[in-house]
Structure formats: C-alpha cells, structure tokens
C-alpha cells in the first residue's frame, strides 16, 4: 500500500496546487493523498488569506483524501522547524512517500545534500554559525556552508523547504520515498497567468484585480480577507505598552531586537514601514514577520518550547477514501486521533485556540471562527 504525503499551505489554494496533486498522484501512483496543511497561519508569518475549513474543503474536493492540521507551533517557524512538524505527523500518519514542487527538480540534489551534512554535520554547523556571526542570514549562511562542503547551492524558498523536508526524513531514518518534480513557476513571479504563483494571486486579490481565471471557486476570496497588515494596531498597542524584559521572552525576540522594536514602533506608521525598519542582513522578511504574529500571541520562549512535543492528529476533511484509510489507522497509530476541539488537551492546541483569537481580532465574523475552533467537525466529502 502506498500512501501519498503533500505538505501545503493552499494560500490561496489556486490550479498549480491542483496539478500539484495530480502530478504527486501520477508519480508516486499512491493509494491514498494525505495533505498536512498549515492552519491560522502560514510559515511567512503571515494569517492565511481565507479559513483552513474552506482550504481543507478544497483540498478534498481536488483529489485529497484527507487533511491534517499542521499545527500553529510549527506552522509559523523556520524552515527547518516546519519540516519537522510536517514530515513527524505524516509520518505517525502511515505515509510512505512525499512529494513536492521545485526549482531544481531532481530529487537526487537534496538526498546528497542531505546525506552530505550529515557526514560532515559538526563541519557544516561551524560554517553556519560562523556565517551568521558575520552578519548573514540563516538561509544564506546554510547555502554558503553547502557551497564550501559540496560546491552545490539551494537559494529557493521552495528548494529550501524541500531540502528541510529531505533531511528531516533521513535524520529520522523515517521509512518515507522522497520525490519532487519541476515547478511550473517562479516563487516569486508576480505574472499573473492561468497557473500563477501565490505571491501573484495575493497581490492580484489584495489589489481588486480579476484573479478569476487563476483561482477555482475565485467567490471564496470576495470577503473576509486576512491580511497582516490589519493587525497593526494591535502590534503598536502590545509593543509600546509591554516592557523590554517581557519583550525579551517572547519567542524569536532575540539578540536586542526588543530595543529595536521599541526604537521603531513610535516612528512606523504601518506594518510594513516596521517591517522595512527591522530588515537586516541577519533577519528576513518572512522571519521578522514570524516574531511579530509571536509578540501579538504574546508567546513566550517557554510556551513554545512546551508545545513543541506534538502526539495528536487533528483531522480537518476527509473523503470515504480517507474516512477508510482513517479506521485503518486508529488502530495501529501512536497518535491521538481528534475531530473534536475539545476531546483532548495540549499546548499546541491552546496555541491554536489562541491563533484563532487573534485572527478574530481581523474578522468581520469574530464570534463564528471562534465558535468554530470549539465546534467544527471534519468536512466529509460523500462517493
């Protein structure tokens, strides 16, 4: 039996994700498709632009079979920490093989890679702190480390999750067949064509263009839109009012950046000029926005480190196929199996709990999305 894993986000889920699942599908010829799926929020540290229902509704309605949720603690981290999560779950889940979309293409890059820092792990972690001391980011400072050790390099955001996804696989020795194929465009591409990129799709939705053509069930994308940029009220209110001890202990508030959020937040005038103020050639875009979605769920060091030991599997939709493939493994799984919010109790799901409640600080609809994460049971999707 072969069960197919996909990790994704489906912000917003639009037809290169459709031929993400067809294309996984006809590679790996599975018998079952799994999708872990980022919820509130997404690795950019950013909130999803519509609810994980709707994202884990369309899933199904394109060829998945099930969808678990990759909860917030992992969700809204590195690369690496993301991978993690992803690849533990799908794995206590059954899967036997991934698949993902990327620049490079040839699944043989990231097993040598991978193999290649694992026989030379102490070398390779030397060079990357010794990168970042001199003033490097994280991804920069691993991808110049990589060109030292084995003259390769991974520049991507989408190859570099999928080198994450590759190592965490062999790290474990999970018993899990990577694959990947050819994107068929540029993370970054802003065109906005009938297969466009996420980043294209958001631009076009935030800025009213017709988007229709590049988006299935486009009506979805109309109303109630989640934007970080909304939050930043809240994020000027929650910095200027909390000391710079407090702002130490929320998590990735590191190396002095409490002084410097003090400094700028009184001279910002929106999210993004903040943004642009903390950017740095040690932090990114993506990892600064992280923090922030941190400091506004005032999520300490400590509160994230608690929810970090996941041993539960909480189940957004399915299909008769995964409803099947879902009986088969209550059985044999070491994971709680949840459909309900409130049939079991852990760290992460408090830090979902919460999640949810700062998006509700954004929606026109507050009371709903909460009572949601209380009470919604998996979509089902009948034969």
């Known amino acids: 039996m072969k069960v197919l894993g996909i990790i994704v986000e489906y912000n917003p889920f639009h037809n290169g994700h459709i031929y993400h699942i067809q294309k996984a599908k006809q590679i790996t010829q599975c018998d079952y498709t799994i999708a872990v799926m980022s919820s509130s929020f997404v690795q950019r540290g950013e909130p999803?632009?519509?609810?994980?229902?709707?994202?884990s509704q369309l899933a199904i309605q394109y060829g998945v079979d099930l969808v678990i949720e990759l909860p917030f603690v992992y969700a809204c981290q590195s690369a690496d920490y993301f991978a993690k999560g992803a690849i533990q779950l799908l794995h206590a889940i059954g899967v036997t093989d991934i698949c993902f979309g990327s620049e490079d293409g040839n699944i043989q890059t990231f097993i040598d890679i991978s193999?290649?820092?694992?026989?030379?792990?102490e070398q390779y972690n030397t060079l990357v702190k010794k990168a970042m001391k001199e003033g490097l980011r994280y991804p920069d400072a691993c991808n110049q480390a990589l060109k030292i050790i084995l003259n390769k390099e991974i520049k991507t955001p989408n190859d570099l999750l999928g080198l994450s996804y590759v190592k965490e696989i062999m790290m474990n020795h999970y018993q899990i067949t990577p694959h990947c194929f050819q994107r068929t465009n540029e993370y970054h591409d802003t065109t906005l064509n009938n297969i466009a990129s996420a980043t294209a799709i958001r631009q076009a939705i935030f800025n009213h263009q017709d988007f229709s053509h590049a988006l299935p069930h486009h009506?979805?994308?109309?109303?109630?839109i989640y934007k970080l940029d909304d939050f930043y009220p809240y994020l000027r209110y929650q910095i200027l009012t909390t000391s710079l001890d407090t702002l130490k202990s929320y998590h990735m508030v590191d190396e002095g950046l409490e002084n410097v959020l003090n400094k700028h937040i009184l001279k910002s005038h929106n999210m993004e000029s903040l943004i642009q103020s903390l950017l740095s050639k040690?932090?990114?875009?993506?990892?600064?926005?992280?923090?922030?979605?941190?400091?506004?769920?005032?999520?300490?060091?400590?509160?994230?480190?608690?929810?970090?030991?996941?041993?539960?599997?909480?189940?957004?939709?399915?299909?008769?196929?995964?409803?099947?493939?879902?009986?088969?493994?209550k059985k044999v799984c070491s994971y709680k199996i949840i459909t309900n919010f409130s049939s079991y109790h852990h760290p992460a799901l408090d830090l979902e709990l919460q999640a949810t409640k700062l998006l509700s600080l954004i929606s026109s609809n507050p009371q709903e999305i909460i009572n949601k994460e209380y009470s919604h049971i998996p979509y089902i999707k009948e034969d």
């Not at 193999?115 to 792990?121: C, E, K």
């Not at 009506?219 to 109630?224: A, G, H, K, L, T």
């Open 115 to 121: 193999q290649a820092i694992q026989s030379h792990n």
């Open 48 to 55: 999803a632009i519509i609810d994980k229902w709707i994202r």
């Open 282 to 329: 040690r932090y990114t875009k993506p990892r600064i926005q992280r923090m922030l979605i941190h400091i506004l769920m005032k999520n300490t060091k400590q509160d994230i480190q608690d929810a970090m030991n996941i041993d539960y599997l909480r189940i957004l939709a399915m299909n008769e196929n995964g409803r099947k493939y879902l009986n088969k493994m």
């Open 219 to 224: 009506e979805y994308y109309q109303n109630n």
